[in-house]
């Protein structure tokens, strides 16, 4: 995987350009994506007020879970516990929400500043323990650098669709 200090510094560039959050998130998400060939989909899921997981940018084929609930899956109890989740074989998840056959295995990072989860990060592989320590160190390290950007920018951009 590339080091997540070498997207940051891509991601300070654009931000400095004056880019919106959207566009900051959809950056991210390519430039995440391109760093690991074990990387098959690759999105971004925003937390909105009702408690659900709302699909934002990502990479990879189209999905049904657009919205997830909080609690509902991987992405949505990693945010019931406020943690990481790292998932290294799908079929032994009891609460997973397939998004396609060929997943093997999963990680969620949560993009959160202090308390405040704004979004989390979700990424599916195609291999089987597919995310090491190091792999999830440089994805929770993006994750941060997202976070402060939702801080500074405000959630304000989060707007619940119609």
Same mark, same amino acid.
């Given at each position: 995987?590339?080091?997540? /200090?070498?997207?940051?510094?891509?991601? /300070?560039? *654009?931000?400095?350009?004056?880019?919106?959050?959207? %566009?900051?998130?959809?950056?991210?998400?390519?430039?995440?994506?391109?760093?690991?060939?074990?990387?098959?989909?690759?999105?971004? &899921?925003?937390?909105?007020?009702?408690?659900?997981?709302?699909?934002?940018?990502? =990479?990879? $084929?189209? %999905?049904?879970?657009?919205?997830?609930?909080?609690?509902?899956?991987?992405?949505?109890?990693?945010?019931?516990?406020?943690? @990481?989740?790292?998932?290294?074989? =799908? @079929?032994?998840?009891?609460? &997973?929400? $397939?998004?396609? @056959?060929?997943?093997?295995?999963?990680?969620?990072?949560?993009?959160?500043?202090?308390?405040? *989860?704004?979004?989390? *990060?979700? *990424?599916?592989?195609?291999?089987?323990?597919?995310?090491?320590?190091?792999?999830?160190?440089?994805?929770?390290?993006?994750?941060?650098?997202?976070?402060?950007?939702?801080? @500074?920018?405000?959630?304000?951009?989060?707007?619940?669709?119609?």
């Amino acid at each position: 995987m590339t080091n997540a /200090d070498d997207i940051c510094a891509q991601l /300070d560039a *654009i931000e400095a350009s004056g880019a919106s959050l959207d %566009t900051l998130l959809t950056n991210a998400v390519e430039l995440l994506h391109e760093s690991d060939p074990l990387f098959h989909w690759t999105g971004i &899921y925003e937390l909105f007020p009702d408690e659900v997981l709302r699909l934002g940018p990502f =990479v990879g $084929a189209p %999905t049904d879970h657009v919205f997830i609930c909080v609690g509902k899956g991987v992405c949505g109890s990693a945010v019931a516990e406020g943690r @990481t989740k790292n998932v290294p074989d =799908v @079929t032994k998840e009891p609460n &997973y929400l $397939a998004c396609s @056959t060929s997943t093997k295995s999963e990680l969620v990072v949560l993009i959160r500043y202090g308390e405040k *989860i704004y979004a989390q *990060i979700d *990424i599916d592989s195609h291999e089987l323990d597919a995310f090491d320590e190091q792999t999830e160190a440089e994805v929770e390290s993006l994750a941060a650098w997202l976070a402060r950007a939702y801080a @500074t920018h405000g959630s304000e951009e989060l707007v619940s669709p119609a």
